[in-house]
């Protein structure tokens, strides 16, 4: 099990590493989203991009039900604009979770699907709607094959 999830690691990192040199953005983002996960609990997390980086950061909470800690890391493979001022991306991604009462965690990879408009017709705001079906096997130490779920999130970045 253990050898499993190092692998599911190791090539998250390897996806990642490879858009270093396709996706990296010069600038710094800070913004903030509300999720939900299979369409139920609802949280809200906070998006971090670090300049030259091609990873989107994402920290949280669900506040429905169990108080439960979530995470998610993802990397754009496709950005694409659609028409001045939309744009459409598709990444690779990894998602986590971690509740305590009762204890539990999820690790498991994500494909965000994201429409971003820039409603001040520059790159300082961006507004996004992200569904990202996720497949997540490994929850409190078993393996879990069919756990499938669809994540989403409607947003907010600013970018300096």
Excluded at 25 to 52: C, K, Q, R, W, Y
Aim: charged share 10%.
């Amino acid at each position: 099990m253990k050898r499993i999830a190092v692998l599911v690691a190791a090539g998250m990192l390897a996806i990642a590493a490879s858009g270093f040199a396709l996706k990296g953005t010069p600038d710094l983002a800070v913004g903030a989203e509300v999720t939900t996960i299979n369409f139920g609990g609802v949280g809200a997390m906070l998006s971090l991009h670090l300049p030259g980086v091609p990873l989107y950061f994402g920290l949280g909470a669900d506040f429905t039900g169990d108080f439960t800690l979530a995470m998610t890391v993802d990397t754009w493979l496709l950005h694409k604009q659609i028409s001045d001022p939309l744009e459409f991306s598709l990444g690779v991604g990894a998602c986590g979770a971690l509740s305590f009462d009762p204890a539990w965690y999820a690790l498991g990879v994500r494909a965000p699907i994201a429409l971003q408009l820039w409603p001040l017709g520059n790159e300082l705001l961006e507004v996004f709607l992200e569904v990202a079906p996720a497949w997540v096997p490994f929850i409190s130490g078993g393996f879990t094959a069919g756990n499938v779920q669809a994540q989403c999130a409607l947003g907010f970045r600013l970018w300096f």
